[in-house]
T-cell receptor, first 112, second 117 residues
Framework: QQQVKQSPQSLIVQKGGISIINCAYE??????FPWYQQFPGKGPALLIA?????SEKKEGRFTISFNKSAKQFSLHIMDSQPGDSATYFC???????????FGRGTSLIVHP | GAVVSQHPSWVICKSGTSVKIECRSL??????MFWYRQFPKQSLMLMAT?????????EQGVEKDKFLINHASLTLSTLTVTSAHPEDSSFYIC?????????????FGDGTRLSIL
């Protein structure tokens, strides 16, 4: 049973556009929601994270929107750049568990 | 920021040999380290969780005798793939975190590409 569902599986965006990746979770005990960025041949790197006590968090061009009632959260990449082309994973973890459950990943391609 | 170093980054070896992969936390003490396996275009699959000074906890379906994990210090964990076979070829990634009991991000190494001939 997949506890964190991520969509779309792949995404193609033009340079300067907005990239949006969505995730939905089932377990209401999750209390930490990080997003990771992974380039080919590299390990994932923490991009941005949010806790359920806020509805939005912004860091530069990256924004997480969080909807607790709908159990959904999304990553928005504003002014997408070719250098943003990578695979993005959402994740969720529970207090005390510290082991994240990962989504299946989204392959983002930003065309110049 | 927290840095996790993984070595080697790429290894090719013959079937039947054992391969050791090291994972080091460079600027923090890692009470817990994790080992993942990732197949092409797929998500990370947690193999095992290791806590310093104790035995690793393996996920269901992961052979503990095949994948030996040692977490001898707060900055070093090793994964040994014993008697490796072509089906063990994969991308292995370690991660580490600093604190217990609180949801904190994992910091990932850059992975090890293992190819068994």
């Amino acid at each position: 049973q997949q506890q964190v569902k991520q969509s779309p599986q792949s995404l193609i965006v033009q340079k300067g556009g907005i990239s949006i990746i969505n995730c939905a979770y089932e377990n209401t005990a999750f209390d930490y929601f990080p997003w990771y960025q992974q380039f080919p041949g590299k390990g994932p790197a923490l991009l941005i994270a949010i806790r359920p006590d806020v509805s939005e968090k912004k860091e530069g061009r990256f924004t997480i929107s969080f909807n607790k009632s709908a159990k959904q959260f999304s990553l928005h990449i504003m002014d997408s750049q070719p250098g943003d082309s990578a695979t993005y994973f959402c994740a969720a973890s529970m207090r005390g568990s510290y082991i994240p459950t990962f989504g299946r990943g989204t392959s983002l391609i930003v065309h110049p | 920021g927290a840095v996790v170093s993984q070595h080697p980054s790429w290894v090719i070896c013959k079937s039947g040999t054992s391969v050791k992969i090291e994972c080091r936390s460079l600027d923090f003490q890692a009470t817990t380290m994790f080992w993942y396996r990732q197949f092409p275009k797929q998500s990370l699959m947690l193999m095992a969780t290791s806590n310093e000074g104790s035995k690793a906890t393996y996920e269901q379906g992961v052979e503990k005798d095949k994948f030996l994990i040692n977490h001898a210090s707060l900055t070093l964990s090793t994964l040994t793939v014993t008697s490796a076979h072509p089906e063990d070829s994969s991308f292995y990634i370690c991660s580490a975190r600093e604190e217990r009991g609180v949801s904190q991000p994992q910091h990932f190494g850059d992975g090890t590409r293992l190819s068994i001939l």
